[in-house]
């Protein structure tokens, strides 16, 4: 039977966009179950502060600045952790961007800005971290999308919510292409998480609708059965359990918030057996987590 525990003693892990928000929560969270972490963002000056955390927590850690959407960067990024550490178990594809804006307003810019990072960033540090994991049959990738990528219409732009509709698609084909080689690939859809993000588009959007920035707050707050949004750690701590012995067979599990119930599919079957339907409440209304649908 697997160890349903969180243990990560001596698992290498990336997080990208590890400086603040989801990606710091994560590396630290990693951290703390026992992982050495390498903590990337654009700039290594921003991600150094994570890795002194992990470090702090008696940890093995590593800051490095690299730029997502450029796969000479990507493929940098992965040979000094493997110079560094010998392996890559966990990569958690968190780097993310986006702004506020109307359908109308976007513009080509944005699109490839927004693509650059979200999507293209995304699809090749998977490839290039499984490019390590497959030959020694062992590796979590756990990719952050957003509920924006189900159609969630308070989501920031029609861009961002494409980048991370393809997300979902890319974590669900990349788990059945690489679960051949015992790589499990799973992705998080976090409804409305407090960060500095999340925190600008609230002011934009309150600019917009002629009100304040408590006003705003107090409206999104009310929309949240719990009356509160995800703190980043809420987030971190599934992406901790996703990269855990006990989710060994959870594989494109999309984590995403809906009604009222967290629902589990293990990797058996063609569709994945059903583990469990647990009631739960998030910032959105709970979790489900469907495999193939």
Not at 74 to 87: A, E, K, N, P, V
Not at 100 to 122: P, Q
Not at 163 to 179: F, H, N, P
Not at 252 to 279: E, F, K, S
Request: hydrophobic share 45%; net charge positive; charged share 20%.
């Amino acid at each position: 039977m697997a160890d349903l525990g969180q243990s990560l003693a001596d698992r290498v892990a990336v997080v990208t966009g590890a400086a603040r928000g989801i990606g710091r929560a994560t590396a630290l969270a990693l951290g703390h179950a026992g992982a050495h972490v390498v903590a990337v963002d654009l700039e290594e000056s921003a991600a150094k502060a994570t890795a002194d955390g992990v470090s702090a927590l008696g940890r093995k850690a590593l800051a490095l600045g690299a730029d997502v959407g450029d796969l000479k960067s990507i493929d940098s990024m992965t040979r000094r952790t493997m110079d560094t550490f010998g392996q890559i178990d966990i990569l958690v594809n968190n780097a993310g961007v986006t702004r506020r804006a109307y359908i109308m307003d976007l513009t080509e810019e944005d699109w490839d800005r927004i693509m650059r990072v979200n999507g293209k960033g995304v699809f090749f540090c998977l490839q290039r971290v499984a490019r390590e994991m497959i030959p020694r049959r062992r590796g979590v990738i756990v990719n952050i999308a957003s509920i924006a990528g189900k159609g969630f219409a308070g989501a920031s732009n029609v861009i961002y919510a494409g980048t991370k509709g393809a997300v979902i698609s890319m974590t669900r084909m990349a788990s059945l292409q690489l679960a051949q080689h015992n790589i499990n690939v799973n992705a998080i859809c976090p409804g409305t998480t407090l960060s500095a993000l999340s925190e600008a588009n609230l002011r934009v959007r309150a600019a917009s609708e002629g009100v304040t920035v408590e006003e705003m707050e107090r409206r999104r707050n009310a929309a949240i059965p719990l009356g509160r949004p995800n703190e980043p750690e809420d987030v971190a701590a599934l992406a901790v359990f996703l990269a855990s012995p006990g989710a060994r067979h959870h594989r494109a599990v999309v984590q995403r918030g809906r009604r009222h119930h967290l629902r589990l599919r293990a990797a058996g079957g063609p569709r994945g057996g059903v583990l469990a339907t647990i009631p739960v409440c998030n910032s959105i209304g709970g979790w489900t987590c469907p495999t193939t649908n």
